[in-house]
């Protein structure tokens, strides 16, 4: 008998969309395609109200499209029919807050999500497990409230690894962090992302944490309107000063405008020349094309 081959996607939407309200309708998503491959970290980013979250909670299963198809490890979300069931073994989530319970160690927490699928003792030992790979092994026995906000977000993702799912959806997990901490937090996604081929994907507003990532997904309006291979820090920094009012300025306007401030037409060809190179790894707003 044939062996059945892996999908080659992680991730994989089709036209996807989703509008709220019966009036004045919202459209949440509108055509999104994306395509996400295995063991791939990915961030996605953009203003308030462009999609990022309603796009995170329909590829967890916590929210269905209006339209269009999302298709996870190869399995067609609408056609699951046990949606918890799919959760508890393909998906695990990382929020801004922790949402830890209160009550329980850091071990404990971590064995909630096994709770029904493994033995007591099973249970514990991969918890266990589980802390010692996010750097936690010595804060097991601790309650969230001895715990600081980066420590708990560790446990956090552990809790989100706890039934080794595929793949890791993480939304704004750095939000609440101070600099250092969200620093430490990347650095431990992209650890587990490697050792473990975890796919990731972030929703996040902060540059910093998405150049750590090895592409960006951008969203504006529902739509996924660019996505970037991550590069050199050297080649981001021109990324960013490229889609910058004065970057596009300094592209845009005509060279003979750009002298009247003093800036020669040499100088304005070779700043341009630099400028270009930040966007030459720029991928087309969607994958396939459509």
Known sequence: MKAKMPPQWMVETHQLTRIYGD??????????????????LVAVMGPSGSGKSTLLNILGALDLPTSGQVLI???????????????????????QLHNLLPTLTACENVEVPMIGHLGGRARRKRAEELLELVHMADRMNHLPGRLSGGQRQRVAIARALANNPPLVLADEPTGALDTTSGQELMNLLRELNQSQGTTIIVVTHDPTVARQTNRVVVMQDGRIVRQDIIQSPLEE???????SHLGQHIMNQEIEELQEIEISRAEVQAIRSVLQRGNMRQLPASPSGS
């Open 23 to 40: 009036g004045e309708s919202i459209r949440a998503l509108d055509g999104v395609d994306l395509q996400v491959s295995p063991s791939e």
């Open 237 to 243: 920094d021109l990324k960013v000063w490229r889609h």
């Open 73 to 95: 490890n190869g399995q067609d979300l609408v056609k699951i029919r046990n949606k918890d069931a799919f959760r508890a073994h393909t998906v695990g989530f990382v929020f």
